[in-house]
T-cell receptor, first 116, second 108 residues
Framework: AAGVIQSPRHLIKEKRETATLKCYPIPRHDTVYWYQQGPGQDPQFLISFYEKMQSDKGSIPDRFSAQQFSDYHSELNMSSLELGDSALYFC???????????????FGPGTRLTVT | DAKTTQPPSMDCAEGRAANLPCNHS???????VYWYRQIHSQGPQYIIH???NNETNEMASLIITEDRKSSTLILPHATLRDTAVYYC?????????FGAGTRLTVKP
């Protein structure tokens, strides 16, 4: 079965640079979620989108922005990168993510971002 | 979302059942209990979820107490590949609020 696709899988950037991470959800999934997992930490929710609209917001820094496109893929844009942004970034997708949704989320393999 | 409490680590012998407990004493009536696991920096993997009835699928069983204040994930015949961090999550809305999880080590 098709899974969530994330690209790139690895990314190395320098401080103050920008980065764009991409996520392609499972076919027919209309909701996308982004998570950040620092070294030795648990995944932390950043933001989610349903039908191209932001549906929930977690601990996403102001330097980060994200959007969902008409084909449901999503991009996480990160600017003014800091050393502390080095982490695994996971994208997940699900069916209908409206309020009260109980559909399970399926996670991609992640993008490992290293900021030097 | 309700907070969950899990033991930080557990061991299990290969081939035996692994029973992972989770306390969620502040769970509200419309919140579901979800279980995910993460194997060595891979993306978290969905295992099972339930509201108040016990659930079973090809991976595991979920036992939820009648008062819904706690639950147990059961892996009936643990294998070495089940070594992972297991997360119990209580949710109603979109995002998954991961807590500390239980690091399960399956030993030969």
């Amino acid at each position: 079965a098709a899974g969530v696709i994330q690209s790139p899988r690895h990314l190395i950037k320098e401080k103050r640079e920008t980065a764009t991470l991409k996520c392609y959800p499972i076919p027919r999934h209309d909701t996308v979620y982004w998570y950040q997992q620092g070294p030795g930490q648990d995944p932390q929710f950043l933001i989610s989108f349903y039908e191209k609209m932001q549906s929930d917001k977690g601990s996403i820094p102001d330097r980060f922005s994200a959007q969902q496109f008409s084909d449901y893929h999503s991009e996480l844009n990160m600017s003014s990168l800091e050393l502390g942004d080095s982490a695994l970034y996971f994208c997940a997708s699900s069916l209908f993510g409206g309020a009260g949704s109980t559909y399970e989320q399926y996670f991609g393999p992640g993008t490992r971002l290293t900021v030097t | 979302d309700a907070k969950t409490t899990q033991p930080p680590s557990m061991d299990c012998a290969e081939g035996r059942a692994a029973n992972l407990p989770c306390n969620h004493s502040t769970i509200s009536g419309n919140e579901y209990v979800y279980w995910y696991r993460q194997i060595h920096s891979q993306g978290p993997q969905y295992i099972i979820h339930g509201l108040k009835n016990n659930e079973t699928n090809e991976m595991a069983s979920l036992i939820i107490t009648e008062d819904r204040k706690s639950s147990t994930l059961i892996l009936p015949h643990a294998t070495l590949r089940d070594t992972a961090v297991y997360y119990c999550i209580v949710r109603y809305n979109n995002d998954m609020r991961f807590g500390a999880g239980t690091r399960l080590t399956v030993k030969p």
